[in-house]
Nanobody
Framework: QVQLVESGGGLVQVGGSLRLSCTAS????????VGWFRQAPGKEREFVAA???????????YYADSVKGRFTISRDDAKNTVYLQMNSLKPEDTAVYYC???????????WGQGTQVTVSS
């Protein structure tokens, strides 16, 4: 079982940047697909980005249309960490950001506790 911890959130102005980290422990991280999700107040959790496990074709990434061209997901399995570089931030990016891995039941699981991102205008 893998445990995930997100970090790197904070308060940033419109147009600014943040880099979130998702650090894993308890299992071999390289064997998992990893995704970032977010949940804004009063809204459902939504997909942001994902990256394939290292054993697959290297570095296949997926993005929600709302973040494409602004956010970049990457992984460093030597550090058991997946990153989400967020540039050109907008107020609508304000949310709690979570990371998760794929599971044997083909769902997302092993959720972290989340990190708050607030973009002020």
């Amino acid at each position: 079982q893998v445990q995930l911890v997100e970090s790197g959130g904070g308060l940033v102005q419109v147009g600014g940047s943040l880099r979130l980290s998702c650090t894993a422990s308890g299992s071999t991280f390289s064997g998992y697909h990893v995704g970032w999700f977010r949940q804004a107040p009063g809204k459902e959790r939504e997909f942001v980005a994902a990256i394939s496990r290292s054993a697959a074709v290297t570095g296949i990434t997926y993005y929600a249309d709302s973040v494409k061209g602004r956010f970049t997901i990457s992984r460093d399995d030597a550090k058991n960490t997946v990153y989400l570089q967020m540039n050109s931030l907008k107020p609508e990016d304000t949310a709690v950001y979570y990371c998760a891995t794929d599971t044997d039941s083909n769902t997302w699981g092993n959720w972290g506790q989340g990190t708050q991102v607030t973009v002020s205008s």
